[in-house]
């Protein structure tokens, strides 16, 4: 899809409800604030860039148990800037532990994340939660039950609650010093179009999926009252096979504000820009349908095999669509491959320098 008026029909609707229908800006949640910058920044056209877990680690080292400052990044060592969107997952925290799934300390993402709001970026919140009925990790299928065993009258639904409320005091205790909410965007439930985690595709029915979504928005904000949470929805792109595929387990409009994807880059040039853009039209009218932002959740090319992959594959399969957010996945300091966002000395470092100063691609 080129630029045509069809991204600014949806963006038009976004600001719209943001400056028209929405609350007063006094009145104006924390969230509604981020959803209004996102609805502005889309309207210019222009596309901020994200990086999971930048602030914690990097391909050669890690945050200091005992730090208090989060300025180090590999994608500021290598471009001189941060990333726009800093992306951190939740798991591990409904088991109460003090540090997540990769091992970051909760205190450190907290703080970090309070610490990037205050340098003017947007945080976002994956969650890869343990397997309440198996006691297993969150791609532990060995059950199709375990949606079934968490929504209300199953077995695990008391534990569970127990669960989102510890993600629920998180994600409020991600304030500034005067006290101010922080506003994040939350994805939970996220690939679930595929098969690889407990609440995939073929582990759960259509409605018990969107039962799980339900419970999960009316816990945190009818409940809880939070109103910091900005709700996204990201199929992964791999089984969208046609734009039904897309909608089928959507949740509602109530209850998300933005739509997106999560798409790699694992085989060849082509077939990745052949999925970018099939996911991207399909977001993009789902997205306009529905009168969403949409953002591409979670991309990258594991070890940036290739040297101009920032201006010559990712900007190009983007560019021309209106995406809030692009986030790469992280850089692992304990897996010599698994990074996705250049580092001085990696072989895209000069091309990623490029991208950081296309005019549209936003970083702090
Ligand atoms: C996956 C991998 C894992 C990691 C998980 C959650 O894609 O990066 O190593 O534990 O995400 O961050």
Known sequence: MKNTLKPFTMIAAAILTLSCGGPAESDQTPADALLGRLAG?????????????TYMYGHT?????????????????????????????LGGIEMGWPANLDKNLFEHMRAAAVAHHERGGVTTFSWHPRNPLTGGDAWDVSSDQVVASILPGGEKHELFMGWLSNVADFMESIKTADGEQVPLIFRPWHEHTG???????????????KALWEMTY?????????????????????????????????????????????????????????????????????????????????TGCESVKEPAWWTEILYPAVKDYPVSYVLVWRNACDQPNHYYAPFPGQQSEEDFKKFVEIENIVLL
């Not at 200091?64 to 992306?87: I, L």
């Not at 609440?199 to 999926?209: F, N, R």
């Not at 990201?234 to 109530?254: F, K, M, N, Q």
């Open 195 to 209: 098969s690889w985690f407990w609440w995939g595709q073929k582990l759960c029915t259509t409605e018990q999926y």
């Open 61 to 89: 080292w890690k945050l200091a148990d005992d730090a208090t400052e989060y300025t180090q990044s590999d994608v500021y060592a290598t471009s001189g800037k941060y990333p726009a969107v800093y992306g951190m997952d």
């Open 218 to 298: 009316d816990y945190m904000v009818n409940q809880r009252g939070m109103t910091g949470l900005v709700w996204a929805y990201s199929p992964g792109a791999g089984e969208l096979s046609a734009p039904e595929v897309y909608g089928e387990r959507y949740p509602g409009d109530e209850i998300v504000d933005m739509v997106g994807f999560d798409c790699y880059h694992g085989g060849s040039k082509e077939r990745y820009m052949t999925s970018m853009k099939n996911a991207l039209e399909i977001t993009a009218a789902f997205a306009q349908e529905h009168g969403k932002l949409m953002a591409v959740t979670e």
């Open 41 to 53: 920044l889309a309207g210019e056209g222009k596309i901020m860039f994200g990086h999971q877990d």
